[in-house]
């Protein structure tokens, strides 16, 4: 099976800040690889889908990059409302479509 | 829009099996070359993919639970379901549902399953 390495688990910035959370595949994965946000008590939200390509109606400051065993996911200018929890997921290699551990994001 | 929503019981007893249903609205879930999956979490950590079914019946399950899991879909109801057997306290978690495709989107609201005697 894949594994997926998310980091880091959690993170503490500013509001304005870039910030950045990686996630790395324990093989080549092309570019199978979607990003989601989850605030408490709710469902995860895609956000990103096939490493880079921004899910409709979801803001522009939110970016992902990589393809093969490294990805980046980003938030240009950090906002109050995006304090949650994000994961990472490869859908590249059944049996299972594995989550990366999450990192929590908190506003400093 | 598609909507999907968990339905079943919060309570199951230890060694019971959990069955949980997931309703399609805004859609059929014949339309589209879709998967319906189930993923859960339990209290305070990260998602956990169950398995999923297309509906021509074709599964594919997480092997961690691949003895355990059953996912079965009905076409004329709009629904697709899930029976977890042999539970332990180790399957609490809230329970999602969500339609797969190059990404799992969109996702019910999630359901709370506690196994508890």
């Known amino acids: 099976d894949i594994q997926m390495t998310q980091s880091p688990s959690s993170l503490s910035a500013s509001v304005g800040d870039r910030v950045t959370i990686t996630c790395q595949a324990s093989?080549?994965?092309?570019?199978?690889l979607n990003w989601y946000q989850q605030k408490p008590g709710k469902a995860p939200k895609l956000l990103i889908y096939?490493?880079?390509n921004l899910e409709t109606g979801v803001p522009s400051r939110f970016s992902g990059s990589g393809s093969g065993t490294d990805f980046t996911f980003t938030i240009s200018s950090l906002q109050p409302e995006d304090i949650a929890t994000y994961y990472c997921?490869?859908?590249?290699?059944?049996?299972?479509?594995?989550f990366g551990q999450g990192t929590k994001l908190e506003i400093k | 829009q598609v909507q999907l929503q968990e339905s079943g019981p919060g309570l199951v007893k230890p060694s019971q099996t959990l069955s949980l249903t997931c309703t399609v609205s805004?859609?059929?879930?014949?339309?589209?070359?879709?998967?319906w999956s189930w993923i859960r979490q339990p209290a305070g950590k990260g998602l956990e993919w169950i398995g999923r079914?297309?509906?021509?019946?074709?599964?594919n399950y997480n092997p961690s639970l691949k003895s355990r899991v059953t996912i079965s879909v009905d076409t004329s109801k709009n629904q697709f379901s899930l029976k977890l057997s042999s539970v332990t306290a180790a399957d609490t978690a809230v329970y999602y549902c969500?339609?797969?495709?190059?990404?799992?989107?969109?996702w019910g609201q999630g359901t709370l399953v506690t196994v508890s005697s």
């Open positions: 093989q080549d994965i092309s570019n199978y």
């Open positions: 997921q490869q859908y590249d290699n059944l049996p299972q479509y594995t």
């Open positions: 805004g859609g059929s879930i014949s339309s589209g070359s879709y998967y």
């Open positions: 096939d490493a880079s």
């Open positions: 969500a339609r797969d495709g190059r990404a799992s989107d969109p």
């Open positions: 079914i297309y509906t021509s019946g074709s599964t």
